[in-house]
Nanobody
């Protein structure tokens, strides 16, 4: 199993930047995909970004060109660099991974962007 702990959330102004971190409790070298999701109040949880062990990255259309996901397998950590933040980016952001047949989630970190 994997324990995931997110950090780095906070309150920023429109146009600001944040970097989120997700620390895993075990090696992630063999985990095919790790990613970030987010959920705003009243909305469904959505995929923000994910990166595979082979280096392929996928992004939601709404964040392309603004967000970047970094996967540092040596540090067992995944980062999400968020630039040019918009009020619509406000949500709880969750780190996740799939190991065998189980999906693991962190507790989430709040990101609030003021207008």
């Amino acid at each position: 199993q994997v324990q995931l702990v997110e950090s780095g959330g906070g309150l920023v102004q429109d146009g600001g930047s944040l970097r989120l971190s997700c620390a895993a409790s075990r090696s992630i070298f063999s985990i095919q995909t790790m990613g970030w999701y987010r959920q705003a109040p009243g909305k469904q949880r959505e995929l923000v970004a994910q990166r595979t062990i082979g280096g392929k990255a996928n992004y939601a259309d709404s964040v392309k060109g603004r967000f970047t996901i970094f996967r540092d397998n040596a540090k067992n950590t995944v980062y999400l660099q968020m630039n040019s933040l918009k009020p619509e980016d406000t949500a709880v952001y969750y780190c996740n991974c799939v190991l065998d047949t189980w999906t693991y989630w962190g507790q989430g970190t709040q990101v609030t962007v003021s207008s």
